[in-house]
């Protein structure tokens, strides 16, 4: 091999080496977008749906409407968070049928959809109140610790949708 051909190999090896440590450091970059996704879109948006509830039980339900936006926009987080995971094949099938299924569950509870708000019954206001409950039990209550641990809002998501399908 000549002198040239080995600067050549060598340069290759280099510019080789960068081009993987940059498509790491994309992975990782895209896997941190996804994880915060899930953490603003639903983690963040499920305690202040906690607060909603409780501001509203306080207020003997003056404004039902802000507990119903605050859920709609849960599943809207869930819906964007869901399938730009599964599109990208960040979450895993578990996770992203846990995701959907939480989804589900959540759906059976009165949320505004676009130009319609639902009014809600006192079954409604005592369903939510329960919600309010299973939220708190599973640390996604507005007096608790919130991590940003991935493994830790899963087990708290596959909790509260234990919670929402067997009780």
């Known amino acids: 091999m000549s002198k040239k051909q080995k600067t050549i190999f060598v340069i290759s090896l280099v510019v080789n080496s960068l081009l993987i440590v940059c498509l790491v450091i994309g992975y990782l970059k895209m896997s941190l977008v ?90 409604d206001k005592n369903d939510f109140e329960d919600l309010q409950s299973k939220l708190q039990n599973v640390g996604f209550g507005m007096d608790m610790t919130i991590s940003n641990d991935w493994k830790t809002f899963i087990i708290k998501s596959e909790k509260l949708l234990d919670l929402l399908v067997n009780n």
């Open 34 to 123: 996804h994880k915060e996704l899930f953490y603003t879109e639903v983690q963040y948006k499920l305690v202040e749906l906690d607060g909603l509830i409780e501001h509203q039980k306080k207020n003997d339900w003056s404004d039902p409407n802000l507990v119903t936006t605050q859920l709609g926009d849960v599943l809207n987080g869930l819906d964007v968070a869901t399938n730009s995971g599964k599109y990208s094949g960040w979450l895993s099938n578990d996770e992203r049928m846990t995701m959907e299924r939480l989804n589900s569950a959540l759906r059976q509870y009165p949320h505004d959809e676009l130009y319609k708000f639902d009014v809600l019954t006192q079954s």
